[in-house]
């Protein structure tokens, strides 16, 4: 039997999913900002959590999705999880190359693959444009991801007609 530990929420609350990403932005400008190492540690691990298992172990997914989302009074959709499980691996892939980068002296590299994920999470939370999404959409058409892992995910324009409705 396998262990519901570690699974990914599928559908996942975009609403829930774009106010994660706000955090993110939050999280990452304040690194730009006061560019402290520390502060990519609650970042990447915020990631690793939320790739491992949705917001089960993330604080800021708990927060959002216990706290913030219950009490917004808004239409959700729901959307597939497994392209928002991979764009948590890139956000994982970026926060972790910034603190690896940082821990071997490259200020700079850590600083541009942070303004990297802060812009992308941007997107995310402020236009529900998701860039892991659309790569994952792209890998499954170019045959890199298995058909079967997201059916929803064949076809993204259903997703945006239903985003601008």
Request: charged share 15%; proline share 5%; net charge positive.
């Amino acid at each position: 039997m396998r262990s519901r530990l570690f699974e990914f929420p599928n559908p996942v609350n975009e609403t829930s999913a774009r106010l994660v990403a706000a955090g993110v932005v939050a999280q990452g400008v304040a690194y730009l900002v006061f560019r402290q190492w520390w502060l990519l540690l609650p970042l990447a691990y915020g990631f690793l959590a939320r790739v491992l298992s949705g917001p089960r172990f993330s604080p800021l997914g708990q927060f959002v999705t216990r706290v913030v989302t219950p009490r917004l009074h808004v239409e959700h959709q729901l959307v597939a999880g497994p392209p928002k499980r991979f764009a948590q691996g890139v956000g994982l892939a970026f926060s972790g190359g910034a603190l690896l980068a940082t821990a071997f002296g490259s200020a700079m590299v850590s600083a541009g693959l942070i303004t990297a994920l802060v812009l992308a999470a941007t997107l995310e939370s402020a236009f529900a444009f998701c860039l892991g999404c659309m790569v994952f959409n792209r890998l499954m058409r170019w045959g890199l991801i298995p058909a079967d892992i997201c059916e929803d995910c064949n076809d993204l324009s259903r997703r945006f007609a239903a985003a601008s409705s």
